[in-house]
């Protein structure tokens, strides 16, 4: 009772944020959502503490020490070239992370200026992108993916490059959806009405009300992301040794599956449990942010 | 008529996308560093031959008399040669496709059988046991790299405990007849159930590694669309009768849940087309995946500019199909 | 499960064939072209296809042949398949390359060393039914010599341009004409004398193709030749089917009745798949499983003795690898039996020269340089480089017999470098971009190496480190006029006492500058059923399987 109260007698300004914080109420009432939540925090604190959690370089083992079984000394057991894999695994973490946070931000604010090109001004502006959009489409993603990587030679910056450019159709067609409705809506008419620039309409109106969408398909879109850096990686065309990218330690331990499984299972949980993460927290936030989006 | 009309207008839009996805296949191949002569003639040629075989190649030529000349080809239904095989495209990718083909339909044919079961019964059974393992399963799936629940399969099941093949599609001591490169129908046209057998346990581990992320997504959608359905009035009464309760829902609730699982599983067939390269790879599946990840490898030029073309050609088309079957099946939706 | 059936399978077949082994030999070839033929063997069982009476071997291995007309290909798994469908006019020893009589039964040389009268086998026959006579030799060399043949293609043959100093017309080209003195006398006339024009001749893609089938311009697709077997069928990047040509000239060969070369990418799943029972035979074995092969009763391991080499290759044109102190240092860097022990199993030797101590011409007197990490810093530090330096290092993409995985090769040695203050950074490319860019100069320090052709010193020390061959396979772009001289002239004398003079002195040039650090000189491991008879593995990589049987 007290809260509705309390609700009414707000300011205009906060009427406006109370959306989020109902949003973030939902969320943390969502169980799955906090693990997720937590997942992720723990990752990354794994990524950024990791020099202090391992007393163990990520590039430098003896080579008598190979394909070593977990032990005390070497949790995770020890690579092909004796390296100790749990910290190959942690400062995997800090690839896989920055990995996907970035190739989502360069193909969010890539696809988001394109869609609002696309959407606001319309005609043949729409035309031109929303054609080339179909045309990216077209391709399975990691076929492109693996092209452009052909391209620009295989590195880990390229694979985020790469990954980045193959999914700016996702948020192109996303914004480019929104501003098209948002601009039927009352409150964009009146401010052309009132004269009000593009810009500021751009600004005040259309980008904050995309806002939500975005960041539910970015967080999930990150998942994806690291999903894919680790299966170009996994194809050679991603981090290069000796960078301890986990898909690269996953198909450079591959051969020794039998007498090592040690060194395969651990990548690849790791990996599935970072994306599991993302997952759980994007399927919150579409809860609390975007109820329209569920299906 | 409208549906007829509809489906024109969709297949002549195709014809600029199509177009623009040469174009863009041609200028991707182009910027890729590397030098097709030397891969064909391979590290023991010497520069002269190399330069001879450059001429030879065209490789000197303008990029749009280079572009035309294969736009042409490829109007003619000539989807050029092979570099290395010097076999023509359009003959040598068919068992290439047959062979995705058949590996994504039955991953596919695997992720609908279990994801919408898996999802009505969870549905039915809401908050039960079931229920919370079937999501937590399908949580999983979703968050599942290929490669590595590839691998692991691959480990288990065939190094390990040596149930099943690890690689391949049938037995090389036996092999296929290929007639329709589709070896299930191969072997049954032969009458060599024996063989059905060996194909289908080929079959079994790569189909369950691509058709996982699929089927763990088809039980989720599944799952909330039947919850939706359920609480509808309609099923309400058919349950309140108490006649054949699961049957009903069964048959009703899917009837209605089905335009959102279409949806999905038209856009899953794209991404198992992508997640074949990774699982062709890790099972010696001679698929189209393969054969083009291949050919990047070798700048067989011609193998890459047309096999990504007929790939994205297929998905397009299956996109296509999938709207007109929305459009059939759902007539509220307008012809846009 | 899967291991007993196979067992019992196994045991079964082992009865039947003995059960057979009272039949005539021509009763049991009539069988194996029906089987072969389409499905209609409907009904019949897979095990039973594979135990009574034909005999099918099937031999896995890593990629497919790429096309059947070995002129055009210098890849070994072209050759592979073709040593069994044609054959050459001179031919190697099972495990050597020791030169002896293959289509020619005999030849004379004459005493300038211009002249070469070989003496052709009798009552030979092409798989077509053509007869093999000096004629159809003269045609399949008129056809790569001259480009104004029209069975010539276009695209050239590398392995003919190389060994034989281009074509016909070319002021380098070895072969002045090839004539038929009668029907199975041939006759070479040689503008100048090449030392090793015998061992060139047993080289796989100069094997004599049925005239017929060159004029029908199908020879890429359907082979056809002499040689043991015959080619039935092939489904592209999956297998290649041979069956036994019973009209073969040495009675009693081939003892197989059909040959499957299955192509199954990743070794480890290629050795599952021999374990699981559905191959006979496998190259390309994981160093790693050798242990499991050798301890593994139902498999035998092979060594194929070597005849190679991987090395360590610097741009001696790029700072500081022009430098010789600087790749002198790095020799003393490396510990080259770790780095055998922990990637080829202990499988292969340190390599001090870039030539085997296998082939004749093998300086033993080189002594290597120790592994010492002390001396490796003295001589950076003489070098003006105390501190170190940074560089890219590249590494080979594909496996391959002397380097079975270079990209973790590379990370052991750059975790040694680095005790020395070079920092490297690894880098890598598709195979063709590798190639490319290590001929063109475009790197630092890479990996890389050599599988002999012939078992000519020539091929080795010429062919990786004559100046004449940069930009071509001379990697490190070494250009010593020293060497040049030693190598060129050991090309031209045909006295092989002085020969072996010249490339003993070679290897010391070549050692003393350093241009490259030769690491291995790997054996490689293949492995096979234990039923499987006589396979011997060949230094060049490749080896027919005429005599190989099953028990």
Redesign the interface.
Known sequence: MAEVQIEKVQPVQETISSPWRDAWRILIRNK?AVVGFGIIVFFILLALLAPYITPYPY???E??N??KPPSAEHWFGTD??GRDIFTRVIYGAQISLRVGVLAVLGSALAGTVLGLLAGYYGRWVDMLIS??F???L??????LA???V??L??SLNNAMLAIAIVNIPTYGRLVRSIVLRLKQEDFVTAARAIGMGDARIIFHHILPNSLAPIIVTGTLGI?TAI?EA??LG???LGA???QPEW?VM???S??????A?WS??FP?LS???T??GF??VGDGLRDALDPRM?? | MALLSYTVRRLLMLIPVLLGMSLIVFAIIHAIPGDPALTILGEKASPKALEELRQQLGLYNPWYVQYFDYLSDIVRGDLGHSLHTKAPIAEEILPYLAATAELTLVSMLFAVLIGVNAGIISAWKQNSWFDYMSMLIALIGVSMPVFWLGLMEQWVFAQELQWLPSVGRDNPRDPVVPITHLYIIDAMLAGRWDQLRDVLEHLILPGIALGTIPMAIIARITRSSMLEVMRSDYIRTARAKGLGQFFVVYKHALKNAFIPILTIIGVQTGLLIGGAILTETIFGWPGVGRYIYTAIGNRDYPVIQSGILVIATIFVLINLLVDLLYAYVDPRIRYR | MKKRLMTSVLAGMLALSMALAGCTGSQETQAPPNAAEGGQTAQEPVTDAGSSGPKQLIYGRGADTKTLDPIRETDGETFRVTENIYETLVTYKETSTEIIPGLAESWTISDDGLTYTFKLRQGVKFHDGTDFNAEAVVFNFERWMDKNNPYHDEEGYPYYNDMFGGYKGDETHVIESVKAIDSHTLEFKLNRTLAPFLANLGMSPFAIASPKAIEAGTLAEHPVGTGPFKFESWNRNDSITLVKNTEYWDSGYPKLDKVVFKVIPENASRLTALVNGEIDLMDGLNPEDVPNVESNPDLQLYKRPPMNVGYLAFNTEKKPFDNPKVRQAIGHAINKQELIDAFYAGLGIPAVNPLPPSLWGHNDSVKDREFNLEKAKQLLTEAGYPDGFKAEFWTMPVPRPYMPDGKKIAEAIQQNLKEIGIETEIVTMEWATYLEKTRKGEYEMCLLGWNGDNGDPDNFLYTLLDKNTIDGNNIPRYASEEAHQLLLRAQTVTNLEERDNLYKQAQEVIFEDAPMIPLVHATPPLAGKANVLNYLPHPKGTETLRNVDLK
């Open positions: 799955l590039d430098k083992g080579l008598v190979r394909n092909y070239n054609r080339v179909d045309i990216m077209a391709f399975p993603s990691i076929l693996v092209a452009i052909a391209i030679g295989p998942a999903i680790a299966a996994f194809l050679g290069q040794p000796p898909g996953l198909s450079d591959r051969q020794y599956i039998q007498h499984p395969v299972i690849g990996i599935m449990l994306v599991l997952n759980l569920k299906n």
